[in-house]
């Protein structure tokens, strides 16, 4: 992979969805560059020409034409197809293959827009809406619960098969901070949930992008910006 140029991140630190990108990066040893783009400006060019939905990340891979893509399921279903060859995060064919699609549809739907809703009716919005706020926290438990239950049920390490997958990964920079952001979160009652995401977390390399990513997300709360995620959310039992 050394004859490869850079691949380029658009993201900015303490935002969760250019790190699923840089985490599936790191684990598959490509070599890349984020280039921090300011979120005030990301409706705005010339950000919207990489990304017309004027949300992070956006991507390119100089290695290919300078393709640009946005969505970070878009962008990380590219680099599964074009740079795991040896299928070291996905499964090439049968059933695993579809079934881990499924998973990263649900990170997508399910996660990711219900754990950001939370997060902003809770710090963000200028009203306090305690209806939604319960709404978006009974769906965090749902999610967390539907993994919990899977993993229980199939008596598997991981979501699909016996190794670790793309789909995994893409769920952990929202779970990094939820005792810090979510403290009224009982995790204690997850805990397939929990030896699941142990398993992730401690992983040497998903490691210390985690790590990369609370220091970002610190400093953007040092400076008023959003509140902090001071730790990975694995509860001991």
Not at 47 to 61: C, V
Not at 99 to 123: A, D, L, N, V
Request: net charge negative; glycine share 6%; proline share 8%.
């Amino acid at each position: 992979m050394s004859e490869l140029q850079p691949l380029i991140v658009y993201g900015c630190g303490h935002t969760p969805n250019p790190w699923k990108v840089v985490i599936i990066i790191e684990e598959l040893g490509l070599p890349y560059v984020v280039e921090q783009v300011d979120i005030r400006t990301i409706k705005d060019e010339p950000y919207i020409s990489l990304n017309p939905n004027g949300r992070l990340p956006a991507f390119k891979d100089p290695n290919n034409n300078d393709i640009v893509l946005f969505e970070s399921g878009a962008i990380i279903d590219y680099i599964i197809e074009v740079y795991d060859k040896k299928a070291l995060l996905h499964y090439a064919s049968g059933p695993e293959k579809h079934t881990t699609r499924c998973w990263e549809h649900f990170q997508m739907s399910g996660q990711g827009p219900y754990f950001g809703q939370k997060i902003w009716f809770e710090k963000f919005h200028p009203q306090r809406l305690p209806t939604a706020i319960e709404r978006y926290l009974n769906e965090m438990k749902r999610v967390i619960g539907v993994i919990d239950s899977h993993l229980a049920k199939k008596g598997t390490d991981y979501l699909v098969g016996d190794k670790v997958t793309y789909a995994d990964l893409m769920f952990l920079p929202y779970f990094a901070g939820l005792p810090s952001l979510v403290p009224e979160l009982d995790l204690t009652k997850y805990p397939q949930y929990n030896a699941w995401l142990g398993r992730l977390v401690t992983r040497p390399i998903t490691s210390k992008v985690l790590e990369r990513y609370a220091e970002a997300a610190a400093e953007a709360a040092a400076s008023g910006a959003v509140p902090a995620v001071k730790q990975v959310a694995v509860v001991e039992i």
